[in-house]
């Protein structure tokens, strides 16, 4: 079931599946700071972009690790579409977590409107190994990303792995 909260579309599901990924033009890559393939969604989108291509893209163009808030762009390779790597803060080692997490999203969003992307694909930041709770961050996820949006051409599919985290976006 989708919920849409205007250009906001909530979907649950593996954000992998080809249903999902058609008609998008940006997946964003919730990563670690090296930008290795990792577990979650980082390693859903490295296997289904094809690991060992998206992996040599980063080994050859990026030399630093990221820094929290940074975004970074690679080719989606199997994908068809840009990935965009969103390092966020670690819940646990933040004095303001749910502020260094609007933070990152609003960095995102200046990053999707600035290579213009129009359709894009949105885990949940931080809600895996980093500590977040989707019950914590749901209405400032939901309420952020529409509000920026609002007045633009830009709309989001966040998608959610599991559907009993589904309510705390709606």
């Known amino acids: 079931m989708v919920i849409k909260l205007g250009k906001l579309q909530i979907l649950v599901g593996d ?4 249903d999902i990924l058609k008609d998008h033009d940006a997946i964003v890559n ?3 700071p090296a930008m290795m393939h990792g577990g979650g969604v980082c390693g859903a989108i490295f296997d289904k ?14 030399s630093t690790n990221m820094v929290v808030g940074e975004m970074r762009i690679t080719p989606g390779f ?4 840009d990935i965009i790597f969103a ?7 933040c004095d303001n977590p749910i502020d260094e997490l ?11 409107k600035n ?21 914590d961050v749901g209405k400032m996820v939901v309420d952020t990303i529409n509000e920026y949006i ?21």
């Open 15 to 18: 954000i992998t599946n080809d």
């Open 30 to 32: 919730a990563t670690n």
């Open 49 to 62: 972009a094809g690991s060992t291509l998206l992996s040599n893209y980063i080994k050859n163009n990026f």
């Open 78 to 81: 199997k994908i068809g579409m």
């Open 87 to 93: 390092q966020g803060p670690k819940y646990y080692e």
């Open 102 to 112: 609007k933070k990152t999203y609003l960095n995102l969003l200046d990053t999707i």
């Open 115 to 135: 290579n213009n992307y129009k359709n894009v694909l949105l885990p949940s930041l931080g809600t895996g190994i980093y500590g977040y709770k989707h019950e």
């Open 150 to 170: 609002k007045d633009t051409d830009i709309n989001i599919d966040l998608v959610l792995y599991f559907e009993k985290d589904k309510k705390y976006y709606e």
